[in-house]
């Protein structure tokens, strides 16, 4: 159980982390959400919305920060 608790404990950081890093990432200006490749189409009764960009993004990012996570308790 003591695994369990720690784990637990590490993957909220890391969320909280993520969180604010998007956070202060639209209080500078990123555009998360708004990117170059982010799929809007509106009509007159109809609005699709699809960030494929973003997504890309956020999961670069998170593929990067997890390798980094493993990486330091593989030490």
Request: with cysteine.
């Amino acid at each position: 159980m003591n695994d369990l608790g720690k784990w637990l404990v590490i993957i909220g950081c890391a969320v909280a982390l993520v969180g604010a890093l998007v956070w202060l990432g639209a209080k500078v200006g990123i555009p998360f959400g708004r990117l170059p490749g982010d799929l809007s189409i509106s009509r007159e009764k109809f609005s699709f919305y699809f960030p494929i960009a973003t997504s890309i993004a956020i999961s670069i990012i998170l593929t990067i920060l997890i390798n980094v996570v493993l990486y330091l308790f593989r030490r």
